[in-house]
């Protein structure tokens, strides 16, 4: 088995003293370092932590000999494409939130900024915290099971207002929305 830990923590943007600290109980930036390397055997404790530190469920932390998952070969940079020297994991969009609630709309029509044929990936976030998703491109449930997406523009006494995509559109406003799931990432066909 191979462990995909330094892939995971390099899209995660974490140094090897970020996931030591962030395992409970803390650890080195060296513990960390061998066993991304494989220096020292990971256990199942180890996997349960660091996959808890790093914010993923553990089983992603390994992956078998022969499997064909997809690699990042290279990074563009000022300078132009890059490649890399070994190709890292590419972690897909369920693996890199961990157990974070996700979901994903298709465009159908273009609208705005967003082509037919994009996924948009979405976090659920709870009513608490909506107030960070302010001028972020949220996704709302209506009654009826019906939906509004669009930039949240306002949040007050319980209603947000939205700005659908598009030239043109007229501001949306939904009373006390159970969640609302916000935009965090962008998947297109080139």
């Known amino acids: 088995m191979i462990n995909r830990i330094r892939d995971i923590r390099r899209q995660k943007a974490m140094t090897l003293a970020d996931v030591a600290a962030a395992c409970s109980p803390p650890t080195t930036a060296q513990t960390i370092g061998r066993l991304e390397t494989g220096m020292r055997n990971l256990s199942l404790v180890w996997m349960n932590r660091i ?10 932390l390994v992956k078998a000999d022969s499997d064909a998952s997809p690699s990042i070969v290279a990074r563009l940079t000022e300078a132009g494409a890059e490649a890399l020297t070994t190709p890292m994991d590419a972690v897909l969009p369920s693996e890199l939130f961990g ?6 709309m298709l465009v159908e029509d273009s609208a705005g900024e967003y082509r037919s044929g994009d996924q948009v990936w979405l976090r659920t976030v709870d009513p608490d915290a909506f107030a960070r998703a302010l001028n972020r491109d949220v996704l709302v449930p209506r009654p009826g099971g019906r939906f509004a997406f669009g930039r949240m523009i306002d949040q007050q006494d319980g209603r947000i207002a939205l700005l659908p995509p598009g030239a043109g559109t007229r501001q949306q406003v939904i009373d006390r929305p159970p969640w609302l799931a916000v935009a965090e990432m962008l998947v297109r066909r080139l």
Do not use: F
């Not at 996959?51 to 992603?60: I, K, Q, R, T």
């Open 99 to 104: 157990s974070e609630r996700l979901s994903a």
């Open 51 to 60: 996959g808890a530190a790093l914010g993923v469920e553990p089983d992603l």
